[in-house]
Nanobody, 118 residues
């Protein structure tokens, strides 16, 4: 099993910044992708950003140029630096770890709330 613990959410004014962290522990596979997803009330969960072990990144169009995902492999930790935050970024942000062994396996954190006031 893999455990994911997020931190860093909170309340911020529009235009402000926050940094989320997610630390993985437990039976961590050697090759895996980590990422951030978000879900607002009444909306579907959506991808925010992912990063592979090699550092290849993928971003949702809505956050490109504002958010930066990074990863510390020795610490099994992923970060999400969020700048120029907008009220529409308000959501619960969930950390994800995915690895493939015949099929994809997903692990999720408990989530951290980000609220952006206008």
């Amino acid at each position: 099993q893999v455990q994911l613990v997020e931190s860093g959410g909170g309340l911020v004014q529009a235009g402000g910044s926050l940094r989320l962290s997610c630390a993985a522990s437990g039976s961590i596979p050697s090759i895996y992708t980590m990422g951030w997803y978000r879900q607002a009330p009444g909306k579907q969960r959506e991808l925010v950003a992912t990063i592979t072990g090699r550092g290849d990144t993928n971003y949702a169009d809505s956050v490109k140029g504002r958010f930066t995902i990074s990863r510390d492999n020795p610490k099994n930790t992923v970060y999400l630096q969020m700048n120029s935050l907008k009220p529409e970024d308000t959501a619960g942000y969930l950390c994800n770890l995915r690895f493939r062994w015949i099929r994809d396996y997903d692990y999720w954190g408990q989530g951290t709330q980000v609220t952006v006031s206008s």
